[in-house]
Every structure is written in structure tokens, then in C-alpha cells.
């Protein structure tokens, strides 16, 4: 198994643009969640997913929208980047309950 | 809902000391108790977790206790060494949540 993987690992876009930040498990994990990592600082939860077709937002979801068609995949869109959207972005997977996993995590700048 | 405070912040030992980080939760509910070590750059990854059936729960130089009554569990970790060096966060959740509830973490420095 892969695990939780995300692309890109990197990404540098200018303030206005847009982008989509791929997360896919190979888990069969049904609940699914959108993290940012600002740096220093905690764990702060945008959106999530407990199935195909749910979503709900977390603490942060403006200027985000995801969407979730199959079990494997969450993408998380940003619409107009702005500098405060400079963050770590990672993606998460666990079945009811069990252990978390994390995905390796995008690096975003907004310039 | 439920609220997870992890303390200190930030923790500096000697090494070969041992260290303690401590989370308190609201949830009277609550029922698995997660931790997570993310190194400089890396993802968080699980370490050691507990479930409200027992009261302690220890992998080699790592340990957690719970206690249900004053509602906190603290990681434990003996004979620190460079490599623990990391943030470490703890995390609190019922049966049948849909989502865990992160501390804000504890910045973790092994003094050689």
C-alpha cells in the first residue's frame, strides 16, 4: 500500500490564482480530512469527508472547497490564492476507528 | 464539543532526562487518546495511542497513562535521545466521531 499520498509537493502561486491539491489513500479509509500547518503552529482542520459524496467543514474552510467522488480521493481547491494561505497542506485517512494517516504534505507559497 | 489543551508548549531536557507532555480533554465521552511525533518537516506520525479501557500503555522508552476522573493523559518518554527531538501532539476523540481533536502540540529539544 501506498498509504496517503498528495501532490504537489511544492507549489509557488501568485496572489488571484488557482490550484488544486491532489490527496488519494489506497486504504479504503471512509473518512478522509483537509489539514494546514502554518508554520510553528498546530494542526488547524479545513474540511473533511466521512464518504463518497459527504463533505463538512472544519475550523478554516474559507477560500477552500473540496469534493469527494470516490473513496480514494479528496481534492482540496483554492479559488483566488492569497498570501494567508502560505501554509503546509496535509491530507489524512482513518477508518472509524483506527489509527490516523497522514499524507507527506504540500508546501504552498501564495506571493 | 470537544476541547483538547496540551501543555507545556514548548519542553527542553537533557539528554538522557526523561519528559513529560500533558493534555487535558472536555469530553467525559472521549474514549481514544492518540499521539503523534512530527520531526522538522515531516508528516505527523502516530506513535503510541490509549483507549479508556486501560490505564497505561508503554512501547519501549515510551509510555502513556490516562486518567478518565480528571479527564488528561500525559506521554511519557524515558532516556530521551537527539532523535526525539520533535513536536509531539495529542489528540482525543468518542466512538463513532467523525474526526480526532488535535492539542495545539509541545516543541520537544533533547539538550546533548
Known amino acids: 500500500n501506498a498509504g496517503v499520498t498528495q501532490t504537489p509537493k511544492f507549489r509557488i502561486l501568485k496572489i488571484g490564482q488557482s490550484m488544486t491539491l491532489q490527496c488519494t489513500q489506497d486504504m479504503n479509509h471512509n473518512y478522509m480530512y483537509w489539514y494546514r500547518q502554518d508554520p510553528g503552529m498546530g494542526l488547524k482542520l479545513i474540511y473533511y469527508s466521512v464518504g463518497a459524496g459527504i463533505t463538512d467543514k472544519g475550523e478554516v474552510p474559507n477560500g477552500y472547497n473540496v469534493s469527494r467522488s470516490t473513496t480514494e480521493d479528496f481534492p482540496l481547491r483554492l479559488e483566488l490564492a492569497a498570501p494567508s494561505q502560505t501554509s503546509v497542506y496535509f491530507c489524512?485517512?482513518?477508518?472509524?476507528?483506527?489509527?490516523?494517516?497522514f499524507g507527506p504534505g504540500t508546501r504552498l507559497t501564495v506571493t | 464539543g470537544e476541547n483538547v489543551e496540551q501543555h507545556p508548549s514548548t519542553l527542553s531536557v537533557q539528554e538522557g532526562d526523561s519528559a513529560v507532555i500533558k493534555c487535558t480533554y472536555s469530553d467525559s465521552a472521549s474514549n481514544y487518546f492518540p499521539w503523534y511525533k512530527q520531526e522538522l518537516g515531516k508528516r505527523p506520525q502516530l506513535i503510541i495511542d490509549?483507549?479508556?479501557?486501560?490505564g497505561e500503555k508503554k512501547d519501549q522508552r515510551i509510555a502513556v497513562t490516562l486518567n478518565k476522573t480528571a479527564k488528561h493523559f500525559s506521554l511519557h518518554i524515558t532516556e530521551t535521545q537527539p532523535e526525539d527531538s520533535a513536536v509531539y501532539f495529542c489528540a482525543a476523540s468518542r466512538q463513532g466521531a467523525q474526526k480526532l481533536v488535535f492539542g495545539q502540540g509541545t516543541r520537544l529539544t533533547i539538550n546533548p
Open positions: 489524512a485517512s482513518r477508518l472509524t476507528t483506527s489509527e490516523q494517516y
Open positions: 490509549i483507549r479508556s479501557n486501560v
